[in-house]
């Protein structure tokens, strides 16, 4: 037998030794395969099982259920129902315009309404339903469930959507709701909002009033619902779903019943009216007329009857109640008359000449009544509203001090309050026209002021608030929503002004007889019953300019002038004037007369207030029974049918 040669065994030690490295390299990779795999599979198993689970489920939002808003006694002001509608899928649908020819066969269907769906379609993936039309009665839905084997890609839906219960009464204070807009979301008030509701197609949110600016209360927050989905995004079906928290119910401090009449009495003009509790700040009505269907801007308003609310020349889109300024005429002789007797500038028992104007550098300033009252105490430059008496007082007070009382009353100042377009108004001063106009103050301009022409410009809020801080010498301040999700807000009651109550005692008696004396400018307002008793202060704003050659002429009658050119008529009042209760303010744009026209509106809202209702009418002078009698059956008539300024033809 051959032996191996000594080559043969220093090769079978080398291949012995390969196999050994290679066994082993061979070894170590199983083992960290092995590690690798058990890592994989019991380490991160919850991991590596939830990416498995989005590649085939999906999480889409649910919208909550917006919050409800109620007034003081529990009136539902803004409410949700369900809302039958008709949606298209369509990657469902095939053919669409052969889809939506079928459907309009079936069911009646604006045409404008089929338009905007294919758009809202064109813009959306396939697989996202499109609203073609919402609020379809029962039997068109059971049509269109009855029918779906030759209606495919289009269903009948429920959802909630919002409705408005007491429509144009409420429709400035409550605002309305409508789908988020790119506007909204790049300019608007939700720019830097990034609630992922709002990316839902055609979430609705609010757009004005409180429904606007309570919208983070209100909206509540989302629920889920985990879909499967095949690899193209299409729905196979609902696996589980979490609904969300519904949006915090408000209650504000309007008495509907009270908001309702307010808005009635208005009816026919182009106006405004406020009514504050003097104990607490609270707004018991809130009114612009004329007002419109905040239901028709939820459900889509047409086009022929939004043009109808924006070229109305009474602008009923307005909520002339807090944006609207306004020269508040001789009402602001309360600011001009405090502000000099608590600098000591005039006397209480003082006259000052009224001849029928005053000459200052030149120039007639002319008071309203041509012949003049002659020697004017300050009780009676209120209760005749003597122009010239103001203009004597303001050169010695001067209009630093005047502004500074202002807005000591509420005057050129912005309150806060849930609404929209509130505006601040102008308590103008020296240091304002300077940065306003580059120009120095005049005394021209200080006279004018004086008796709430000129630069100064005030809202009906604000001048309710002046006069609910003169009747109270409190700093009351106007609240408009009383709870949120049952939680009171912080009164408006208001600490002291600091003024002197001599002063205020006397202002207010002179407001007193400016209703209830023979010779004051707002007799025609009066009441008779002692808890009735009413004081206040008319005004008359002129809009346009009275040159000396018509005053040569004799001054045009409003009756006799366009009605955009004729003076705003405005009114202010608190009752009872023994323990006061509510203060009031009436603005009726291009009115006229202030105590002839909106006087008596302030009257029968004020005894509206005080009286929960009707007043007797034992509380009205013996020879206006008659004529009220039938003005409260008119007004429950129109509150009945809910006939109030609405859009006008």
């Not at 050994?20 to 994989?40: E, F, K, N």
């Not at 020296?430 to 103050?441: F, T």
């Not at 408006?492 to 004051?520: F, I, K, T, W």
């Not at 206040?536 to 050119?565: C, F, Y």
């Amino acid at each position: 037998m051959k032996r191996p040669t000594r080559s043969d065994a220093l090769i079978q030690r080398r291949f012995s030794r390969r196999a050994l490295v290679l066994g082993g390299l061979q070894a170590g990779v199983v083992g960290v395969l092995g590690w690798r795999m058990h890592s994989m599979q019991v380490d991160h198993a919850d991991e590596f099982r939830m990416l498995a689970e989005e590649n085939r489920i999906n999480i889409r939002l649910l919208p909550p259920a917006r919050g409800l808003i109620f007034d003081r006694n529990g009136v539902l002001l803004a409410g949700n129902e369900q809302n039958y509608r008709i949606v298209i899928t369509r990657e469902d649908a095939g053919d669409i315009e052969e889809a939506f020819a079928r459907l309009t066969k079936l069911v009646d269907i604006d045409p404008e309404l089929v338009e905007r769906a294919k758009e809202e379609m064109a813009r959306r993936s396939p697989f996202v339903p499109v609203t073609i039309a919402d609020r379809v009665a029962w039997e068109d839905v059971a049509k269109i469930t009855a029918n779906a084997p030759a209606l495919p890609g289009i269903t009948a839906d429920v959802g909630l959507s919002r409705v408005y219960p007491l429509g144009s009464d409420t429709a400035h204070v409550v605002g309305y709701v409508g789908p988020v807009s790119d506007y909204d979301l790049t300019e608007g008030y939700l720019a830097e909002d990034d609630d992922p509701l709002l990316q839902i197609p055609k979430f609705q949110v609010g757009k004005t009033g409180a429904e606007s600016r309570m919208e983070d209360q209100l909206r509540g927050s989302a629920g889920t619902r985990r879909i499967e989905v095949n690899a193209l995004g299409r729905v196979m079906r609902e696996l589980d779903r979490e609904d969300g928290d519904a949006g915090a119910d408000v209650q504000l401090t309007i008495d509907a019943h009270l908001q309702r009449y307010v808005q009635a009495r208005l009816e026919g003009e182009s106006a405004a009216a406020v009514v504050i509790d003097t104990e607490t700040g609270d707004i018991r009505a809130m009114a612009s007329s004329p007002s419109f269907d905040p239901n028709l801007f939820v459900r889509g308003i047409s086009v022929a009857d939004y043009n109808g609310l924006l070229n109305d020349n009474h602008v009923p889109l307005s909520g002339k109640a807090v944006s609207g300024g306004y020269p508040p005429g001789s009402t602001f002789k309360l600011v001009t008359s405090l502000a000099a007797l608590e600098a000591g500038e005039v006397e209480p028992e003082e006259t000052i000449w009224c001849g029928g104007y005053t000459n200052i550098s030149g120039i007639r300033f002319h008071c309203w009544r041509p012949g003049g009252h002659g020697n004017v105490s300050f009780h009676e430059s209120i209760k005749q509203s003597c122009d010239c008496y103001y203009y004597e007082a303001s050169q010695r007070v001067g209009i630093d001090k005047m502004a500074e009382m202002a807005r000591k009353l509420g005057l050129g100042v912005r309150h806060d309050l849930p609404l929209s377009a509130i505006t601040p108004g102008i308590a103008p001063d020296k240091a304002w026209k300077r940065e306003r106009y580059g120009e120095e103050w005049r005394i021209g301009d200080t006279v004018n002021a004086s008796i709430g022409q000129g630069y100064v410009l005030a809202s009906p809020l604000q001048l309710a608030v002046m006069t609910a801080r003169v009747a109270t010498g409190r700093s009351v301040t106007p609240r408009l929503v009383h709870t949120i999700d049952g939680v009171e807000q912080p009164s408006g009651r208001g600490e002291s002004l600091g003024l002197n109550e001599n002063n205020l005692r006397r202002l207010r008696a002179a407001m007193y007889d400016v209703v209830n004396h023979q010779r004051g400018t707002g007799y025609g307002t009066r009441t008779v019953l002692d808890e009735a008793k009413i004081a206040g202060k008319s005004g008359t704003s002129q809009v346009r300019r009275i040159t000396p050659e018509e005053r040569a002429r004799g001054v045009t009658s409003n009756d006799d002038l366009p009605w955009n050119r004729r003076d705003h008529a405005l009114w202010v009042d608190f009752a009872p004037f023994d323990n006061p209760r509510y203060a009031v303010c009436v603005v009726v744009e291009h009115g006229g007369g202030g105590s002839s026209v909106a006087g008596p509106i302030g009257r029968d809202i004020t005894l509206q207030a005080l009286y929960d209702g009707d007043p007797p009418l034992e509380a009205y002078p013996s020879n206006m029974r008659g004529r009220m009698a039938e003005q409260q059956e008119h007004i429950r008539g129109l509150a009945a049918q809910g006939a109030t300024a609405t859009i006008r033809a």
